[in-house]
């Protein structure tokens, strides 16, 4: 089993990356940050914070005791930085994070586009965060790979050999 997640700073692509890659076979965990402040706009940040690390949490340890290899948008680190963004320490998810994805792939900056869903107001504040997610990636043992500045398809094209390679 594989585990594989797409980083980025909000809009760099890797919900477009991520839904090519499915079409192509193979097993993804959506945002699950959509998701919840979709489903749960009421929720205080911090409330929805939780909810955001618990529900990425169970889905990597679902695929995980079935031994599938996926590849997520986001991973528990982001989740983990935007919970200390709204005054969250959570020790648990903290020792999980210790080389728990076998590839990082870094995607490259794009303007940030604010949706009104978004944690993120403006273009600073989404370039903080991913600074920040960043260094928790590799504070916790994990390489960045850095995805080169291409269209959606070329992007494709250049994670599709570390998959492979790893069936």
Do not use: W
């Amino acid at each position: 089993m594989i585990r594989c997640v797409l980083i980025g700073k909000s809009s760099s692509g890797k919900s477009s990356l991520l839904k090519l890659v499915e079409q192509n076979g193979i097993t993804t965990i959506g945002e699950v940050a959509r998701e919840v402040l979709t489903k749960y706009p009421n929720y205080s940040r911090q409330h929805q914070q939780v909810k955001m690390l618990n529900l990425q949490y169970e889905r990597e340890e679902l695929l995980k005791r079935t031994n599938t290899r996926f590849i997520s948008d986001r991973g528990l680190h982001d989740y983990y930085v935007f919970s200390q963004d709204v005054g969250l320490e959570i020790p648990l998810y903290r020792e999980s994070l210790q080389y728990r994805y076998d590839l990082v792939f870094k995607l490259p900056n794009r303007p940030f586009r604010p949706d009104g869903i978004r944690i993120e107001t403006d273009d600073k504040q989404a370039q903080d965060l991913q600074d920040r997610i960043e260094r928790l990636y590799m504070e916790t043992g994990h390489t960045l790979i850095e995805v080169p500045n291409l269209d959606l398809i070329g992007k494709y094209k250049f994670i599709l050999p570390f998959l492979e390679r790893t069936k």
